[in-house]
C-alpha cells in the first residue's frame, strides 16, 4: 500500500543512512548478501555495515571494473552483491564489465550508483551523472530505479535483492523531499500517480518528482489541472500508465535531473510515438555537462524546477489545442 | 615427477585437443587457432589430471572452476570438454553456426561445462577472482583457475584484479598467461611489450612460477606447488607458441585468426596425428 505524505518537506533522514540501515537488515537475514565499494564507505555513510557485517564488506579501493567483475564472479556462486560507487564511475566506467561479466553473463548484481546529476553539487561535472541511466538503459534486462524519498528507497532495495537478475539504483546521498509515508510499499515497473488532473501529465522522477508537485500547484492556481506520475522506475517503463496518461489528458511533460537524450524523456517518447502520440515537453538536462554549484543554483541553472516544469506544462497544452 | 605413462597420457590428450579443435575450426572454415592451440597441453593437465569436475554432473557443487578469460580459445575448451564427455563430438561441427550451444567467446549460458562468460578481455580475471573469493566466504576449498592471453594482460582491470587477489589472499585461485609473445596486430613485445610476466606478479604479491608450457610435466608440476600455496594466489606463466602443433603458423604472426582451408585441415591434421603416433611410440 502506498500512503502519500500530508506535507512535501525535507526528509529528517539521509537517504544514505536508509541506504544502511536497510542493508543491514537484508545482510542479518541473509548471509549471502554481500556490499561492495570503491572506496566510497565513508562517503556513502555505509561504515556501521562494515563494522557489523566485516565478512559480508569488500571495500575494493579504487578499482570500479574490477569491483563490477568480482560481484558478478561472487553472484556466479550464490552471492548478492551490491556494489556502490558516485554514479559516473559505477556506469561511465565500468560499462563494459556491468554489461558483460553481469548482463550478458545473465548474473545477479546490483549497482548503486550515488549523486545522481544536479545532486553531485561541488563534485562538479566531472562526478555529476547525466548519462547514468542512459549508459544502463541500454543494456538489456537491465532494470533501472531511482527511488524518490526513503520509505521507497527501504521497499525497492528489498526488492532488488529479493529479485534475481541485475539491477541499476541511482540514488541520492543526502536528504530527499518526503513523498510517502514509511512503510509505503511500491512495485518495481508501476509509477505512482501522486495527483491527478485532465489538462497534461507530468512524468517525473528523482529530484523533479517534488517539483512537478509544486508545479501543480502553481498551474491550478491558473486553472491548468495537471497529472502527476511518480516514474521512479525507468527501465521496464510503465508503458500503461504512459499510454493511459496521453489518453486522459492529452500532453505529456517529462521532468528528470538526467540528460534528455537517453533520459526518461526519450524512455517515455518511445511509449508515446509507438502507441498514442500527444505533444511531449521534457524537462531535464538539455546536454550539457554539469559544473560545481549548490543545488538551488544547479536546479535553476539547469532549469529543473518547478517554474520550469509549469511553463513546459503550458506550452504543452498551448500545442494540444492547436492539434 | 610424472610417470612416464602418465606423461604420454597427457600428451596424448593434448595432441587430441589439438586435432579436435582443428577440426572443430576447421569445419567452419575460420576461427581462432593460434590461441586455441596454444593452450592444449594445458587443458590437458587440467581436464586429464588436475581438475576436480564430473562431465555427468557438470554443475557438481565440489567442482573445481575454470575461467576461459581469453574467452576466444572456446573452440579449444569445447574440445577438452567434448573429449571430457560433456558433449558428443558430433556438436564441435556446430561451432558459430546460427543457433549453435558453441559460441566463439565461451558462454556460461549456452555451453555445458563453462563456467563463465568471457570474450571482452580482461573480464574473466576479476569474475574469477570474485568465484575464488565466494568460495573462500563459504568454507569451500574448490579450486579457480584462470587462464589469460598474454596481449590481454595489457588491460588494465588484470592488474585492478592483480592486486586485489593478492590482498584477499586468494590461494584458492590459480591463473595462467597463456605467454605465446604474438597478438593479433604483431608481436606483443613490437605492440606494447610485456616484459617479465612473473617478476610483475611477484611484485604484485602473487606466487608466480615460469614453465615451459608445452611440457605437460613442468606445467603439473607447477600446478601442484602453486595448489600447496596457503596465502597467496599463484601465477603460472606458460612460455607457449601461438599455433602451436600446426607448423604452418606455429609462433608466426598469422596464426590469430586465420582461415582453413580443406587442403590445410588435411595437411595439419596428418601433421598432428604424425606427432600423436610418435609420442604413443614413444618417439616424442
Redesign the interface.
Known sequence: MIRLSDEILPENTEMRKAFCDTLMELAGEDKNVILMDGDLMGAMGTKPFAQEFP?QT?D??I?E???????????????IPFVHSFGPFITRRAC??V???GA???LNVKLVGSDPGITAQINGGTHMPFEDMGIMRGIPEMTIVEPTDIAMLKSVLRQMKENYGMYYMRLVRKSCMKIYEEGSEFEIGKSVMLRDGGDATVIASGYCTAQALIAGEILDGEGIHIRVLDMFTWKPVDEEAVILAAKETGAVVTAENHNVINGLGSAVAEVLVKNNPVPVEMIGIQDLFGEVGNLEYLAERFELKADYIAAAVKKAVKRKTKQ | MLERKEKQRLQLLSKRIQMYTMKTIGSLGVGHVGGSLSIADLLAVLYGKEMKYDSRNPKWEERDWLVCSKGHAGPALYSALALMGYFPESELETLNRPGTRLPSHCDRNLTTGIDMTTGSLGQGASTAAGIAYGMQLDGKTNMVYLILGDGEIQEGQVWEMALFAAHRKLSNLIAFVDYNHVQLDGYTDDICSLGDVREKFESFGWFAQDVDGHDVEAVAQAVKIAKSQKEKPSMIVLETEKGHGWSEIAGKLNGHCPTVSKVQLDSALAEMQGAYDKIKEGIL
Open positions: 565478512e569488500i575494493c579501493g578499482q571494473a574490477n569491483a563490477v567483475g568480482v560481484a558478478a564472479g561472487l553472484s556466479a556462486v550464490g552471492k563494459d564489465q554489461f558483460m561479466s550478458y553473463a545473465k
